[in-house]
């Protein structure tokens, strides 16, 4: 997985967004990482499959819906 900083991802927006198409992007601040940055369709991949796994009884992590 590749990572940027924080001030690398805003001065080069365009360049992470190339990036996370292809995998997802960690993004640090002071070293640490703080979010991934990922494409449509593998937050979609994740997200179909922690449905799944709930709908099973599995336990998860899951992933955090927009309203969390």
Same mark, same amino acid.
């Given at each position: ?10 001065? +080069?927006?365009?360049?992470?967004? $190339?990036? #996370? !198409? ?6 640090? *601040? ?13 937050? +979609?991949?994740?997200?179909?499959? $922690?449905? #799944? !796994? ?6 998860? *992590? ?7």
């Amino acid at each position: 997985m590749k990572s940027l900083s924080a001030r690398e991802a805003k001065n +080069e927006f365009g360049r992470l967004i $190339d990036l #996370a !198409r292809a995998e997802p992007v960690t993004i640090e *601040k002071h070293g640490r990482p703080v979010v991934v940055v990922m494409s449509v369709e593998e937050y +979609e991949r994740l997200t179909v499959a $922690d449905s #799944a !796994r709930q709908a099973h009884g599995e336990p998860g *992590k899951g992933v955090a819906s927009e309203s969390d």
